[in-house]
C-alpha cells in the first residue's frame, strides 16, 4: 500500500520523507488554507515546493465547480509540475472533467467520494485515484472502512485500473485496515505513519539490549 501525507505544511512533508516510506503527498484547498497560503500565485509556489520535496504523485485540487474552469484551472495545474495530480471533485462537471483529462493523459484524483456509486462513475471517466473520506463518514457513525472494502470489491470484479486512494484517514488504525483490505494508496496526517513505529515493547526491549551491551563493553 501507497502512503501518502495529506497536508499542505512542508516541515511534515520533509519529516515523512526522511523516513523513506513516502509515496505521495495530497492536499486540499482546506489544508492549503490552514498553512496560510492563500492567494493563486502563491498556491502555485506551494504546490512547486510540495513537488521539490517529493518524489510521489501530488494531489493538486481545483476550486471551480463549472466545466470549463475546471479545465483551465486542472491544466494549469497539470502544466506545473510533472508529479501534479489534478483533483476533481465527485460533481457532475468533476466527472466530465475526469474523463477530459484522462483522455488527454493527464491523472486525476476524484475526491468527496462516499459512495461504491460514485466510486463506481470515477472508475468509469478514467480516474486515476478515486479518494472515500473514511473519517468523515465514520464521524457520522458510517462504516468508512465497509465502503472501502465495497469500492474494492466492485474494481475487483472489472480489473478497473483506478486505484483506491484511502483519505480522511485519521490514525493508525485506519491505516492497518486499509492495508488489509487491499486499498491501493492510504493519505493521512503525519501522526498516523509515525504512529505505526510506536510500541512499548520495542522500547522496552531496546532499552536493555543497550543495558547490557553497556554492561559487556564499559
Ligand atoms: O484530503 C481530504 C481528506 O483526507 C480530508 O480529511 O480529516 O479533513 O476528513 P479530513
Do not use: W
Not at 495530480?85 to 462537471?93: E, F, G
Not at 462504516?143 to 480489473?159: M, P
Request: proline fraction near 3%; include cysteine.
Amino acid at each position: 500500500m501507497k502512503f501518502f501525507i495529506d497536508t499542505a505544511n512542508l516541515s511534515d512533508i520533509a519529516e515523512a520523507q526522511a523516513l523513506g516510506v513516502l509515496d505521495g503527498v495530497t492536499t486540499n484547498p482546506s489544508l492549503m488554507a490552514k498553512e496560510g497560503v492563500t492567494g493563486s500565485d502563491a498556491i502555485l509556489a506551494h504546490y512547486k515546493k510540495i513537488c521539490e520535496l517529493v518524489e510521489g504523485d501530488v494531489s493538486a485540487e481545483v476550486i471551480s465547480t463549472d466545466y470549463e474552469g475546471m479545465i483551465k484551472e486542472g491544466e494549469a495545474l497539470a502544466a506545473l509540475h510533472p508529479q501534479i495530480v489534478v483533483k476533481l471533485p465527485m460533481i457532475a462537471n468533476g466527472v466530465k472533467a475526469c474523463k477530459y483529462f484522462s483522455d488527454k493523459g493527464i491523472r486525476t484524483n476524484v475526491t468527496l467520494v462516499f459512495s461504491v456509486g460514485q466510486a463506481l462513475l470515477a472508475a468509469k471517466a478514467g480516474a486515476t485515484y478515486v479518494s472515500p473520506f473514511l473519517g468523515r463518514l465514520d464521524d457520522i457513525s458510517t462504516d468508512g472502512l465497509h465502503l472501502v472494502k465495497e469500492i474494492r470489491h466492485v474494481y475487483d470484479n472489472y480489473n478497473f485500473e483506478t486505484q483506491i486512494l484511502s483519505a480522511s484517514v485519521r490514525n493508525t488504525m485506519h491505516v492497518i485496515n486499509c492495508a488489509k483490505i487491499g486499498s491501493d494508496v492510504m493519505t493521512g496526517p503525519l501522526s498516523s505513519i509515525t504512529g505505526l513505529l510506536k510500541h512499548p515493547l520495542t522500547d522496552s526491549g531496546l532499552a536493555k539490549f543497550l543495558e547490557d551491551y553497556k554492561k559487556g563493553n564499559g
